[in-house]
């Protein structure tokens, strides 16, 4: 087994961390410990006197323990915007990034990072979310939006992660719309044209139930 898995997706809000709380609560149901980590936020807010994420949030509380916010997020930006944006006046350093990850690798079992928007995403003026994938060196799997326009953002994605050089273990559908129409065709035609499993779909939920969602989980 990986020691851990690095998450893109599609787009932004392809239910990246949907599907990373899913795989978190999968692997500690198999019996690991599970550490997470957001590396990159934006759009986050002041609680307990510093800039904190949502998502972030989510995934120290899905841990296996109780593990230092520093250490899951360590850019933390208030703009909603891309980081290379958001960062102008503290840019993302990759070499900053390593550190806690590699802290994280002592602490858990598996470590899930989801990354920030799609893999194209710049995180400085010269790096982007594909270049942290790599400095990582860790295994990705590809979060897909199942909406209008999934296939071509599915089939560039999956080709831009393969240019990359970095093995793309499997992809995750996640079923951001509920009135998406030929769901189920959409989810065949992808798993067609990807030369990688389909580890989980994900279906629609107003409101997440993890546990639900980690027993879709196949790895």
Known sequence: MEKGYFITGTDTNAGKTWATIALMRY?????????????????????????????????????SWQIDYDLINPYAYELP???????????????????PFELLKTLADIVIVEGAGGWYAP?????????????????????????????????????????????????????????VLSRDENIQTIKAAVDAPLLAVLPYMDVADFNFLAEQVRI
């Open 27 to 63: 692997f500690k149901g198999q019996g690991k410990t599970v550490a997470g980590m957001k590396p990159v936020a934006a759009g986050c807010v002041m609680v307990d006197g510093r800039l904190k994420n949502a998502d972030a949030l989510l995934i120290q509380e899905n841990g």
């Open 81 to 99: 915007v891309s980081p290379h944006i958001a960062g102008v006046r503290n840019p993302v350093r990759l070499d900053v990034l390593a550190a």
């Open 123 to 179: 995180l400085n003026e010269r790096e982007s979310i594909s270049d942290l994938a790599k400095a990582l060196a860790l295994p990705v799997i590809m979060v897909v939006a199942i909406r209008l326009g999934c296939i071509n953002h599915a089939r560039l994605t999956y080709q831009a992660i393969e240019h990359s050089g970095v093995k793309c273990a499997g992809w995750i559908a996640v079923c951001t719309d509920p009135d």
